[in-house]
């Protein structure tokens, strides 16, 4: 991002009037698994405007940022809620709004053990909230150890669900998505991609075409790899970010 670009954002930010949403998610990294996640909420919220400002780390701008209320703060789709979470910029965002609410968010499981203290934490963020929806049961159970009267909405992706016969499928064409997460995942991350390699390599040996679909720039190595590995020349990789 530029500084220009920087700043024209900053500035609509501060633009926008009192009566909005604030927004806090994992946005602006051109991941579009959490960019859907906002325009869900801003289409599902509408006519009211959701918006949501980066953190810039400079002093100055996070105090006019700090400075600016909201009707209602928003705790977006994702796994948001653990360990390694946005916790301080929406308890911040909470802090500036009427009131404050979680939209879909997923929990890192905790179901077993002692509470942990990020648990604990959040639990103290969300309790006093007029309602908590996570993407999952898991995920309430797990808010539910924290004191939280947290139920289950569901992905919030699902607002853009359309009716059978919405699409027809091309037949022997198979779309496949695969990325990294940086070794932050259950289980050993290489072995899931060449299980990936595996299915692709049998799929195109049955006679299906196998094209991929990367929703991330930090998942066009990955993607790459994987079709490599599958034996696949010259793959399709369609780049959606």
Same mark, same amino acid.
Request: aromatic residues 8%; neutral net charge.
């Given at each position: 991002?530029?500084?220009? /670009?920087?700043?024209?954002?900053?500035?609509?930010?501060?633009?926008?009037? $009192?009566?909005?949403?604030?927004?806090?998610?994992?946005? @602006?990294?051109?991941?579009?698994?959490?960019?859907?996640?906002?325009?869900?909420? $801003?289409?599902?919220?509408?006519? %009211?405007?959701?918006?949501?400002?980066?953190?810039? @780390?400079?002093?100055?701008?996070?105090?006019?940022?700090? /400075?600016?209320?909201?009707?209602?703060?928003?705790?977006?789709?994702?796994?948001?809620?653990?360990? $390694?979470?946005?916790?301080?910029?929406?308890?911040?965002?909470? %802090? /500036?709004?009427?009131?404050?609410?979680?939209?879909?968010?997923?929990?890192?499981?905790?179901?077993? @053990?002692?509470?942990?203290?990020?648990?604990?934490?959040?639990?103290?963020?969300? $309790?006093?909230?007029?309602?908590?929806?996570?993407?999952?049961?898991?995920?309430?159970?797990?808010?539910?150890?924290?004191?939280?009267?947290?139920?289950?909405?569901?992905?919030?992706?699902?607002?853009?669900?359309?009716?059978?016969?919405?699409?027809?499928?091309?037949?022997?064409?198979?779309?496949?998505?695969?990325?990294?997460?940086?070794?932050?995942?259950?289980?050993?991350?290489?072995?899931?991609?060449?299980?990936?390699?595996?299915?692709?390599?049998?799929?195109?040996?049955?006679?299906?075409?196998?094209?991929?679909?990367?929703?991330?720039?930090?998942?066009?190595?990955?993607?790459?790899?994987?079709? %490599?590995?599958?034996?696949?020349?010259?793959?399709?990789?369609?780049?959606?970010?």
């Amino acid at each position: 991002m530029t500084k220009l /670009r920087a700043i024209s954002d900053i500035l609509d930010y501060l633009a926008e009037g $009192r009566r909005t949403i604030h927004y806090t998610g994992w946005i @602006g990294y051109l991941n579009l698994g959490d960019e859907i996640l906002l325009e869900a909420a $801003r289409e599902s919220f509408a006519p %009211a405007k959701v918006v949501w400002v980066k953190d810039y @780390g400079n002093a100055l701008v996070n105090k006019l940022i700090q /400075r600016h209320s909201h009707e209602l703060a928003m705790l977006g789709g994702g796994t948001q809620i653990g360990e $390694r979470s946005p916790i301080a910029r929406f308890e911040a965002a909470v %802090a /500036r709004s009427k009131g404050g609410i979680v939209l879909g968010a997923g929990v890192t499981p905790a179901l077993d @053990g002692p509470v942990p203290d990020w648990l604990k934490r959040w639990g103290d963020v969300l $309790r006093p909230l007029e309602y908590v929806g996570t993407r999952g049961p898991e995920s309430a159970e797990t808010l539910r150890r924290a004191g939280v009267n947290a139920q289950v909405l569901g992905d919030p992706v699902c607002w853009f669900s359309q009716p059978p016969g919405y699409w027809q499928p091309e037949p022997q064409l198979i779309g496949m998505n695969i990325g990294t997460s940086h070794g932050h995942m259950y289980g050993d991350e290489r072995k899931v991609q060449e299980t990936f390699s595996r299915v692709a390599k049998a799929l195109v040996q049955a006679g299906h075409r196998v094209e991929f679909f990367c929703v991330w720039p930090d998942d066009l190595e990955t993607t790459r790899r994987v079709a %490599a590995d599958a034996g696949i020349q010259n793959p399709v990789i369609h780049q959606i970010y």
